[in-house]
């Protein structure tokens, strides 16, 4: 089900799958080819040891024969590219398609999720599925359609050694699957482990200045040596399961290849059976097992691609940070009407519920920001002002109620197009363009933007005082996420991408919350230019940011309790004078 589920999933792939069923066929035209060679051989034999047959007469079989071993060299050909070509196809897709869908669910997704995780299903996981499309898959197939070919010459040639067959057929199957049962739990383990060990390294990694700064990297090499030793335990159980379910699978098929044997062999030595017939059984019973054999070899390694399928069938199945019933309109407009100046946010009723989280985190939240004005949300941690920034970027999408803009309906906009028109702010900021130049980096808000645009928006934003100290300028690498930088040099760079967006619509979640006064003073003043004539919706963690809002909206519990401008709610609110006083008590 997870693999047509995947299959289905996919993009594209109406021509690799017609090479899969190639595959088959061609796999299945070898097993027929067999049987003809089988039977020309012992016809071959036949003529020249026993009636004593001249080679001019042979010539023409001899011959049939060669054709025959090309037209089946070509034929396995066929069968293991077209495999081949299936399981390319579907890794390449796979992978495109969880990237895609990542980036649909967006950022709001990944708090959800462990980045080492998410990486060892993306890139160990799906090269798993190699062995599962390309050996697993096709050979399922032949195991049933080859054996039951074999047989039908079997039993034509000698009804006696057909029924042992049929009679010996099923022991692979039971045991594979007694074995099987043991070692899919095994293997279902083994990649729980080994997707926890990774996300667990990544995250070691991510963490290793803050642990070298607190000693704390011997305690945590220790912690990864121990899961380590714990994969490669888990590891070697399935090898050697793997191991002796194949030697169990061969000895099956030893013994029923030598049950047919001993019963030809007695069975021609009293004369009940002819030498032709004879020999074509013994011909055609090892492939009779052949299939079921080259099965039971790639059924281990069908285990692994096929948790590895499970694995990126529930990447693809979860919905858009959890939440259930997530809004299904892409757009009905083709394009989204451009904004002419600052576009007022009507908030009604919108409610968002986490599939993680018990209380929901918007719960018919209303709010309205007028065109041009500022507006702050204040409340406490987990009260939903994050979230609503999420649901107005269009990375979350509310299970009922709407967002209007300029009255009309956000969820009927393309969420890229409507994020042309916004500019984000967040606390710490991302310098995507990792090991990038600092104009790379600036430029991903406005590839196109010109030279004299980009110094514009350096000056505005003050990034030129960090142009002046760096030593390349615009072409200075800024290294790894922006170690080059200080927190307030990569937030003024932020700032430049917001100059350079020239959107409409600026979304800020407090960015000079984690910065120095003197830092904190330096991009207030930018913040003050680039919030005129637009409109602002600010999350605010301090009380110098609500000096230069219109308006403060407390959020409690996913709602908006309280709403008026600083000055009223500081004295005539019910909510409002609790945060003050505990603000002015933290400060």
């Known amino acids: 089900m997870a693999a047509r589920e995947l299959t289905d999933r996919l993009a594209g792939l109406d021509p690799p799958l017609r090479g899969l069923r190639l595959s088959v066929l061609a796999g299945a035209l070898a097993g027929g080819v067999t049987i003809a060679q089988a039977g020309l051989l012992s016809r071959v034999v036949d003529l020249a040891f026993l009636a004593r047959a001249g080679l001019a007469s042979c010539a023409p079989l001899l011959l049939g024969l060669v054709a025959l071993a090309g037209l089946r060299g070509g034929l396995q050909w066929a069968q293991e590219t077209g495999s081949q070509r299936y399981a390319t196809a579907v890794r390449r897709s796979a992978r495109a398609e969880c990237v895609r869908h990542l980036l649909k669910l967006g950022p709001a997704h990944a708090v959800w999720q462990r980045s080492g995780a998410v990486s060892a299903t993306i890139m160990g996981g799906i090269d798993s599925l190699d062995a599962y ?7 399922t197939a032949l195991a049933a359609v080859v054996p039951a070919l074999v047989l039908t010459g079997v039993s034509w040639a000698d009804l006696i050694s057909g029924l042992v067959l049929l009679v010996t057929f099923p022991l692979i199957p039971i045991f ?35 642990l070298r700064a607190f000693g704390a990297t011997g305690a945590e090499a220790s912690i990864l040596e121990a899961a380590t030793e714990r994969y490669r335990r888990i590891t070697m159980g399935v ?3 793997a191991f002796v379910s194949s030697l169990t699978l061969e000895a099956l098929a030893t013994l029923g290849t030598a049950l047919v ?29 052949r299939p079921l054999r080259a099965l039971a070899a790639a059924y281990h390694a069908g285990m692994a691609g096929r948790e590895a399928v499970e694995s990126v069938s529930r990447l693809l199945r979860e919905s858009r940070s959890g939440i259930a019933g997530e809004a299904t309109r892409s757009g009905r407009w083709h394009a989204a009407p451009s904004l002419s100046g600052a576009p007022t ?49 269009r990375f979350v999408e509310p299970l009922t109620g709407r967002v209007l803009v300029n009255e009309r309906d956000l969820a009927d906009w393309p969420a890229d197009e409507w994020r042309r028109h916004v500019a984000w702010l967040p606390q710490v900021p991302r310098l995507w363009v990792s090991g990038g130049t600092l104009r790379e980096n600036v430029l991903l808000a406005r590839p196109e933007a010109s030279a004299s645009e980009l110094d514009r928006a ?21 290294g790894e996420r922006g170690a080059r930088l200080s927190g307030g040099q990569a937030q003024r760079v932020a700032l430049a991408r917001a100059y350079l967006k020239g959107s409409a619509l600026l979304l800020l979640d407090e960015p000079t919350a984690q910065l120095d ?21 600010m999350v605010a963690h301090r009380l110098t940011t609500l000096e230069r809002v219109d308006r403060v909206a407390v959020v409690s519990s996913g709602r908006v309790v309280e709403q008026g401008t600083p000055d009223d709610l500081r004295t005539t609110g019910t909510v409002f004078p609790r945060l003050w006083a505990a603000w002015r008590g933290a400060s």
Not at 517 to 537: N, Q
Request: glycine letters at 6%.
């Open 261 to 289: 044997a001993v019963e030809v062999g007695l069975r021609l030595l009293y004369g009940h059976v002819s030498f032709g017939s004879a020999f074509l059984v013994l011909i055609l019973t090892p492939e009779f097992y």
């Open 517 to 537: 006064a003197e830092s904190e003073a330096r991009i207030s003043e930018s913040l003050a230019r680039l919030m005129r004539g637009r409109t602002v919706l």
């Open 458 to 478: 350096a000056e505005e934003s003050s990034l030129s005082d960090v142009l002046r100290a760096l030593p390349q300028g615009w072409e200075t690498r800024l």
């Open 176 to 210: 594979m699957w007694l074995i099987g049962s043991r070692a899919r739990a095994q293997t279902r383990r083994q990649w729980v482990i080994l997707a926890r060990l990774s996300a667990r390294f990544l995250d070691a990694l991510q963490a290793l200045p803050t």
């Open 133 to 139: 499309f390309a050996q697993y898959l096709p050979q």
């Open 239 to 241: 090898l050697k399961l």
């Open 345 to 393: 946010i009507r908030c009604q009723a919108l409610r968002v519920q986490y599939a993680t989280q018990n209380a929901p985190a918007l719960d018919e939240l209303s709010l309205d920001v007028g065109a041009g004005t500022t507006v702050a949300l204040v409340g406490p941690s987990g009260a939903g002002k994050s979230t609503l920034i999420q649901v107005l970027l």
